[in-house]
């Protein structure tokens, strides 16, 4: 979750991009093929994961949050690191987790008196580390993972769903997001592999309507003369969604998610347009931008980050940048572009 509405918090601080890491994303040439995807593990676990099994932001004075945690458990689980993987959930459950509910706590900062001073969460934090306990749960036959999965699936279910305009809208935290008849909501959370698993496993009838109208919305959200997502919608009325008012319009360091996961969740169609719009970029031989302005058309003045980069590599079928970078949301990025 980039910024909360009640609280006014921007809690990642992005490097320019550079113009190399689009190069190396669009480089065919052998050698840039990457290494074994254990060494990008092992550099991101080392870069970003402390003994405690606490992720640290480094780009954002090095805080913790839902997000993080979600990854690291992801890709320790995705490497098969069973140790760094029960870190990482034991620190997780036991400084993130809600007392009230199988919910956590967003952001951890370790320089507060209060470090989890804000209670909301992130619900694609709670997607994904609920996914990844319950994929872990079953490899490492640890039915504490499977049951505490379980429970976040449920919390998710009950307190971070609503049903409004028609459709079942998947809120990006319990608190903030609805004011009166109008939504606000961020594309970039629908996760759909975790969303898909929990279907699977919990049936249709708990998870089909989330996941169609995430769907819909998705398809709905596509704006300005390239039909891009931006970051934060809102929806005010059946049908109608439109980039949220108090946030600037971009399709920029959330939004580059949504092509990311429908990559992932084989759903490319819903990404056809960002696809066809980076395209154009790179058949011009125009460096692709950190972000747009879905409303104005303007474009930043500096590329992707070479965890966009990644993103691009894995929608479009070309290579991704050989190197992690020691950037933790662009390694992250990376991190998930190469994840099968």
């Known amino acids: 979750m980039t910024f909360l509405p ?32 254990d060494t990008f593990w092992r550099t991101w676990r080392d870069l970003y994961l402390n003994p405690e099994g606490r992720v640290v932001d480094t780009g954002n004075n090095g805080i913790s949050h839902s997000e993080g945690q979600s990854y690291g458990l992801l890709f320790a689980y995705k490497a098969g690191d069973a140790e760094a993987f029960d870190k990482i959930a034991k620190w997780t459950q036991s400084r993130l987790s809600r007392p009230d509910m199988a919910l956590h706590a967003w ?6 008196s209060n470090p989890v001073a804000d209670q909301n969460n992130a619900t694609d934090g709670d997607l994904v580390i609920a996914w990844a306990l319950g994929m872990a749960g079953q490899r490492w036959n640890r039915s ?7 429970q976040i699936r449920a919390a998710v279910r009950s ?4 049903e409004r305009h028609g459709m079942s ?5 319990i608190m903030g997001f609805v004011n009166g008849q109008e939504v606000t909501l961020n594309p970039s959370y629908f996760a759909w592999p975790a969303l898909d698993a929990f279907a699977k496993i919990d049936g249709q009838q708990v998870w089909g ?20 997502p931006s970051d934060w919608v809102v929806i005010g009325a059946p049908g109608q969604v439109a980039p949220a008012r108090d946030k600037p319009p971009r399709f920029g360091y959330d939004a580059i998610r949504v092509p990311l996961y429908a990559a992932l969740g ?11 719009y980076w ?32 993103v691009v590599g894995r929608l479009l079928g070309s290579a991704q940048p050989s190197q992690l970078t020691n950037d933790y949301y662009a390694a992250s990025l990376q991190m998930l572009a190469r994840y099968q």
């Open 107 to 112: 952001r951890y900062d370790p320089s507060a």
């Open 209 to 228: 309507s989330v996941i169609r109208d995430s769907e819909a919305i998705t398809r709905l959200a596509r704006f300005g003369s390239a039909h891009l």
């Open 169 to 173: 809208l998947l809120l990006p935290g």
């Open 159 to 162: 307190h971070c769903v609503i």
């Open 279 to 310: 395209r154009s970029h790179l058949s011009a031989g125009k460096p692709i931008p950190a972000w747009v302005d879905v409303v104005t058309g303007e474009e930043a003045n500096y590329a992707l980050s070479a965890g966009g980069a990644a």
């Open 144 to 150: 504490d993972y499977t049951a505490r999965a379980a």
């Open 6 to 37: 009640e609280t006014g918090i921007n809690r990642r601080n992005f490097t320019l991009g550079l113009m190399l890491a689009m190069t190396a994303a669009c480089n065919t040439d052998a050698q840039s093929r990457l290494p074994a995807r």
């Open 266 to 276: 084989g759903r490319a169609a819903l990404a056809s347009d960002i696809a066809a």
